[in-house]
């Protein structure tokens, strides 16, 4: 046994190389693949494919091409070598949809990826001309899922973006929006059958979508792809220098991270969370959510009623 490492010693090495970006390019690939069997997975509603439950946002400061290009690599690679595969990005998300083709292209991981993207510009021609250039800039031919970003010109967009699946070019429709005002609007379109996917916010501070739309979500057939599950960093800072609970270590809770995105996890109808980051140790971390139980409804009240005590 004396070149093989225990599962304790991998996830060590693999969260250290990770956190300084610097993953070998042997051997820990075929491992980091048995590694990702053991990660939540969800699945698809509209086709039963299964997916990590964790993946990567590009929205905040990712997109910045004049900034250190390798870092953002090297975050995207970690996701993979992780056992994550979904990244969400957007034409708007400044040079976000550039950095993240240009990191599949050099790194060979389009298949790898489940990769979502957003229209966001109000005009039907002007949503055609914006998927070109984010085919363009994406470096593909197929995205794995096309929304309509913020129910902006929603019908108009939803046309063209079913034509592209039509096509073979898009392999799931959706809507977004982050923001409670549109979650009537958000279930009004979810149960006239028109996507296969809703993206929405939802954190222990936002817990809004629990009433209507997470349901008609279920009801409907539709998977949830999870927006803003740090309340954009927002959560970090209420919890900053407070001591996670004891008992939060039964669930495999270790970090602040973790304690949020499990509780987010902790809903039976999300389908996949897209934190945002450009740092290696934070997509670590929260791929780790995808490892070990969660907590039960129970213990999902005792985190809320703890947060809202700090
Ligand atoms: N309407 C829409 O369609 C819509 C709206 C909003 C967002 N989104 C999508 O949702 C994604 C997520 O939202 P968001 O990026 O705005 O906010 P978020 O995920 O709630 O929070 C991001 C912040 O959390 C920090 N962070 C990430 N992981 C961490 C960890 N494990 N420990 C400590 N800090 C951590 C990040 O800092 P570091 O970078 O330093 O790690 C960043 O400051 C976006 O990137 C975007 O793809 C879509």
């Known amino acids: 046994m004396k070149n093989q490492i225990t599962r304790k010693e991998f996830l060590k090495l693999s969260g250290a190389a990770a956190g300084a970006g ?4 042997t051997g820990i690939g075929s491992l980091a693949r048995a590694q990702s069997s053991d990660l939540l997975h969800r ?5 039963g494919e299964k997916i990590p439950a964790v993946g990567l946002g590009t929205a905040q400061t990712f997109g910045d091409l004049s900034q250190d290009f390798m870092m953002r690599r090297n975050t995207i690679e970690t996701l993979f070598k992780e056992g994550g595969t979904v990244i969400d990005t957007a034409p708007t998300y400044s040079d976000a949809e550039k950095v993240v083709g240009r990191a599949l292209d050099e790194l060979g991981a389009r298949d790898k990826c489940f990769l979502a993207t957003k229209t966001s510009i109000s005009g039907k021609q002007a949503g055609v001309d914006q998927n070109t250039g984010s085919f363009r800039d994406l470096k593909t031919d197929k995205f794995d899922l096309l929304q309509v970003h913020n129910h902006r010109d929603t019908e108009a967009h939803l046309d063209t973006i079913n034509g592209l699946k039509a096509d073979g070019k898009v392999r799931y429709v959706g809507l977004t929006h982050s923001r409670n005002r549109l979650n009537d609007a958000a279930v009004d379109i979810i149960e006239a ?4 996917f809703i993206q929405c916010q939802y954190n222990m501070f936002d817990r809004s979508v629990e009433e209507r739309l997470l349901p008609a979500a279920r009801d409907n057939g539709v998977s949830v792809m999870i927006n803003v599950p ?23 809770v270790d970090t602040w991270g973790k304690f949020f995105l499990k509780y987010t996890l902790g809903h039976p109808d999300v389908t996949v969370i897209i934190p945002g980051t450009i740092h290696t140790h934070h997509v670590v971390d929260n791929i780790g959510a995808l490892r070990g139980r969660l907590p039960t409804m129970a ?5 809320v009623a703890f947060v809202e005590d700090l």
Do not use: C, L, N, Y
Request: charged share 25%; proline share 2%.
């Open 299 to 303: 213990e999902r009240a005792k985190m």
């Open 22 to 25: 610097i993953i070998a390019s």
């Open 43 to 47: 699945t698809i509603h509209a086709t």
């Open 230 to 252: 740090f309340g954009r960093g927002r959560v970090f800072q209420a919890t900053a220098g407070k001591e996670i609970p004891e008992w939060a270590a039964d669930f495999g």
């Open 193 to 196: 059958g028109k996507i296969e």
